[in-house]
C-alpha cells in the first residue's frame, strides 16, 4: 500500500515537470529560492536582540493551524516571513485566494524556515506550524485527500525539500497532489511579467530605470532571473531590470546595465513573494552596500516599492491556478 500511495505522489508531481532544474544551496535560500523561495529572510539570534523596528501586528494575521480541517486539506507551503503585516498581505492573501476559488478543502498554513517560525512564536508568541507539523494535524484530524501548494518562486531546494517531506506522509493519506512553484511554466513567466510591470508602469517614463531584486542562487535554478529579463526585453520592457542578492545578475550588473542607459531616477522593488528582511534592509536600507544607497551614491534619485509579489492579485490568481491543476490531476 505504501509503495501504492508513493507512486501516486510521485505521478501527481510529475504531472507538473519544471524546465528549471534543482538549487542547491542554504537554507538561507527561499523562494526557491525563497526560494521565495520567494519570501526570503533569516533571522539570527543577534538580529531578534536588535530587532528595533515595527513589523505590524501579527494579532491580525490568520495562523491558520487550527484543527477540525475535514477530509480534504489544501496546505499552503511558504517559506514564511517573520514581517507581520507583509506575511498577512503576501502569504495570508494568497492563502485566502485559494480558500475562496476552491471552497471544498480547508485551507491550513506550513513554513518551511523554522528559523523564522521560532522568532515569530517568541516576538510575538504566535504558533505557525512547521510542515512536519502541519502534516501531523492533517493525519490527526482524519484528512484523506491532502493538496500541497507552494508559494516558493521556483523548484528550488526549499520545493524540492517539500516534495521529499510530503512524500514521506504519502502512507497517511488516500490521495496526495503538489502544486508546482511560480515561475514553472511559460505561461507563468508570462503572466508575472505582466503583473510585475502593469504593477509598476507609472515610473516607467523613459528616463527611470525600474530594477527588480530576486534572492538568486548558486545552483542552476538560478536561470529564471536571466529568463525573465530576456522575456521583457524582448517583450519591449527595455527599462526593466532584474538582479538578484545572492547571485547573478548582481547588483554591480545591474547598477552597469542602469548606467548604459540615460536614466536620472531609479525604481527598486522585491522580486519576492514577501516583502521581507531582503527587502527592506538589503534593497530598500540606508546601509552601506544596500542596493538604494548604491544608486544614490551613483547619482540616481532612487524609489523604493516595498510591495511583495504575494500582494498581487494575478500573482494570487496564478497560485490558485497551481493548487486547482493540482487537485485535477488526483482524478485525471
Known amino acids: 500500500m505504501k509503495k501504492n500511495r508513493l507512486t501516486l505522489l510521485a505521478m501527481a508531481v510529475s504531472l507538473f515537470a519544471v524546465t528549471m532544474a534543482g538549487c542547491t544551496g542554504t537554507a538561507k535560500e527561499a523562494d526557491g529560492t525563497a ?51 507583509n506575511r498577512r498581505v503576501t502569504i495570508g492573501a494568497i492563502e485566502e485566494a485559494i480558500e475562496n476559488a476552491i471552497p471544498d478543502y480547508s485551507v491550513r498554513r506550513g513554513f518551511t524556515s523554522q528559523m523564522i517560525i521560532n522568532h515569530v512564536k517568541s516576538r510575538d508568541n504566535v504558533v505557525i506550524d512547521n510542515i512536519g507539523e502541519a502534516l501531523e494535524r492533517a493525519a490527526n484530524n482524519g484528512v484523506k485527500t491532502l493538496v500541497v501548494q507552494s508559494t516558493h518562486l521556483m523548484d528550488g531546494l526549499e520545493y524540492n525539500d517539500l516534495v521529499n517531506e510530503v512524500a514521506e506522509y504519502s502512507d497517511t493519506f488516500e490521495k496526495v497532489a503538489i502544486g508546482v512553484p511560480l515561475l514553472t511554466s ?8 505582466a503583473a510585475i510591470t502593469e504593477e509598476t508602469k507609472e515610473y516607467d517614463d523613459g528616463e527611470t530605470a525600474i530594477c527588480f531584486m530576486g534572492h538568486g542562487t548558486e545552483a542552476e535554478s538560478n536561470q529564471v532571473y536571466a529568463k525573465m529579463q530576456n522575456m521583457m526585453t524582448e517583450a519591449g520592457y527595455e527599462h526593466y531590470f532584474v538582479g538578484t542578492v545572492e547571485a547573478e545578475p548582481t547588483l554591480e550588473d545591474i547598477l552597469k546595465a542602469v548606467q548604459a542607459g540615460n536614466y536620472k531616477k531609479v525604481v527598486l522593488a522585491p522580486l519576492m513573494i514577501v516583502a521581507g528582511d531582503h527587502a527592506n534592509n538589503d ?12 544608486f544614490e551614491k551613483a547619482g540616481y534619485e532612487v524609489t523604493c516599492v516595498l510591495r511583495g509579489l504575494g500582494e498581487m492579485e494575478p500573482i494570487q490568481q496564478i497560485f490558485v491556478e497551481h493548487a486547482q491543476a493540482a487537485i485535477n490531476s488526483l482524478t485525471d
Not at 494579532?59 to 477540525?68: H, I, Y
Not at 505561461?187 to 511579467?193: G, L, Q
Open 35 to 85: 526560494a521565495e523561495t520567494s519570501n526570503t529572510e533569516t533571522v539570527t539570534e543577534e538580529e531578534e536582540d536588535e530587532e528595533n523596528y515595527d513589523t505590524g501586528d501579527a494579532s491580525l494575521d490568520n495562523p491558520r493551524n487550527q484543527d477540525g480541517i475535514g477530509e480534504q486539506e489544501l496546505l499552503v507551503a511558504s517559506f514564511g516571513t517573520s514581517y507581520n503585516d
Open 186 to 193: 511559460e505561461e507563468d513567466f508570462k503572466a508575472v511579467i
Open 283 to 294: 534593497m530598500a536600507g540606508d546601509e552601506e552596500g544596500s542596493w538604494k544607497n548604491t
